[in-house]
């Protein structure tokens, strides 16, 4: 499985940005797809993540009510709508993929991935 994230920048407090990940080509089988994030200095972590059938999605609580996931499946991409971002929100940030049950979306833990796309950098200025 090989993944491609686009779509970070540079943008101030409160603006909005949209990244998006693809399957750098069609992939048979379930997968639940995850958004990560790691800051200068520190460890990677969960951001959102969402079920194969798009249905169920888990978001830390830090961004709930301002970071949205969807999927397309017609072509193969996973989007975060990230609205009211925060100088705290910057970080690189991660696609990762695993198979997942249709309506299950997959864990917060990283090592349950073994799909990851290249990072994508965020900056928010205050």
């Known amino acids: 499985v090989q993944l491609q994230a686009s779509g970070g920048g540079l943008v101030q407090s409160g603006g909005s940005l949209r990244l998006s990940c693809t399957f750098a080509k069609r992939t048979v089988g379930l997968y639940g797809m995850a958004w990560f994030r790691q800051a200068p200095g520190k460890e990677r972590e969960f951001v959102v993540s969402?079920?194969?059938?798009?249905?169920?999605?888990a978001y830390t609580e830090s961004v709930k009510g301002r970071f949205t996931i969807s999927r397309d499946e017609a072509t193969f991409t996973t989007d975060l709508q990230m609205n009211n971002l925060k100088p705290e929100d910057t970080a690189v940030y991660y696609c990762?993929?695993?198979?997942?049950?249709?309506?299950?979306?997959?864990?917060?833990?990283?090592?349950?991935?073994?799909?990851w796309g290249r990072g994508t950098l965020v900056t928010v200025s205050s």
């Open positions: 990762a993929a695993t198979p997942s049950g249709w309506n299950e979306a997959p864990s917060h833990n990283p090592g349950t991935y073994a799909a």
């Open positions: 969402v079920s194969p059938s798009g249905t169920d999605a």
